[in-house]
């Protein structure tokens, strides 16, 4: 290929991605404006209600547009339980008559109302949700296509003992052996190999779900590891492991330090808020950082609305897109963190301290 046909294709990509990012500043700046020739009152653009429900957890699955999946509503009531479709309660603000009680949603969230719907209250508290939100169905979604995954790249190893990796078995080992030889063992020690299944569970659930959370048309755009309650559930798992795991010089590194007696009490307390203060900053951490990420985007992408204006469109978008670019390093890097942390962690509690004789 000679430098002018490169010239023109640089040329052509350029003008393209130009297109691309007006044609996206221009359609949803449309899409969220009314038409004043046909006397409505103009609708005010609100970026933090937009921002907060794109990242909040939902009953459905929106594709794209008015297109959506309904998921299933499952309650337990104190006259039994119930079940049903969330289209029932399409849009939002719909009361659905269920069989002991009527359901709308508010905020994304399910509550008992009466025909008129006004919230009843004291119905809300004799009811529990345990419906099929747009989060559950996406962690399962990505559970499956890790397990697809890995019994494919255990298949593969089992085929061919002794041959050189090919395929998925390529792509997975480097990353493997990562875990094990510079996560696992330098933090854990000789107790590694027992952690490994936990660590590569941790970090490969982490990154498919931080990956499917910056795709928009994955189904919904779920995110997953921005919902405080996934990164709670995960820091829990490390607290019960580390804390399970933990032999006498741990214990006794927390009840019995080597400091003046007088101090102790003041140590304990030190030592106490340490165990869970761990797995907490391990929460917050993978919270945080997912849900600014989402945050400054939709941010960025606000401010063609607020501006009311195709111009502002290109700006909005470039720098929308440089801090998608930022993100794609954030995704790996939350997931190694999260790991290395946690390896860490279990390392300290199962550490072995030998004493040498002088």
């Known amino acids: 290929m000679n430098n002018s046909t490169i010239l023109k294709s640089k040329t052509f990509n350029i003008l393209l991605i130009c297109a691309f990012f007006l044609t996206i500043g221009a359609f949803p700046a449309k899409a969220f404006s009314q038409d004043k020739a046909s006397g409505q009152k103009e609708e005010k653009f609100d970026p933090g209600k937009t921002t907060m429900e794109h990242i909040a957890d939902k009953h459905e699955w929106h594709l794209f547009g008015e297109v959506m999946v309904p998921l299933p509503i499952i309650v337990y009531t104190d006259k039994g339980f119930e079940l049903f479709s969330s289209a029932h309660l399409q849009p939002q603000g719909t009361v659905y008559k269920g069989e002991y009680y009527n359901y709308m949603l508010v905020n994304n969230k399910l509550k008992v109302a009466d025909e008129a719907g006004k919230i009843d209250e004291a119905a809300n508290k004799k009811v529990w949700d345990f419906s099929i939100t747009q989060n559950v169905a996406g ?107 933990g032999n006498k010089y741990y214990w006794k590194h927390i009840f019995l330090p080597d400091v003046p007696f007088w101090i102790l009490p003041i140590m304990w307390i030190v030592e106490i808020i340490g165990i869970f203060s761990k797995p907490g900053a391990l929460m917050i951490r993978l919270f945080a950082n997912m849900a600014a990420g989402h945050i400054v985007v939709l941010s960025l992408i606000s401010l063609i609305f607020i501006f009311n204006s195709v111009w502002i469109s290109p700006v909005s978008v470039a720098f929308a897109v440089f801090i998608d670019i930022i993100e794609v390093l954030v995704v790996f890097l939350q997931a190694y963190v999260f790991t290395m942390l946690s390896s860490l962690f279990i390392g300290m509690a199962v550490e072995e301290h030998h004493h040498e004789v002088i």
């Open 139 to 245: 962690m399962w979604l990505s559970g499956l296509i890790l397990i697809f995954i890995f019994l494919n790249v255990s298949s593969a190893y089992k085929k061919r003992v002794g041959k050189a990796p090919k395929g998925l078995q390529s792509f997975l080992e480097p990353v493997v052996l990562f875990i094990r030889d510079d996560v696992a063992r330098p933090n854990i020690g000789l107790k590694a190999d027992r952690f490994m299944p936990l660590l590569l569970t941790i970090f490969f659930f982490i990154l498919i779900n931080n990956l499917f959370g910056m795709i928009p048309f994955f189904p919904g755009g779920y995110n997953l590891t921005g919902n405080i309650a996934v990164t709670l559930t995960l820091a829990v798992v490390i607290f019960i492991v580390v804390n399970i795991n």
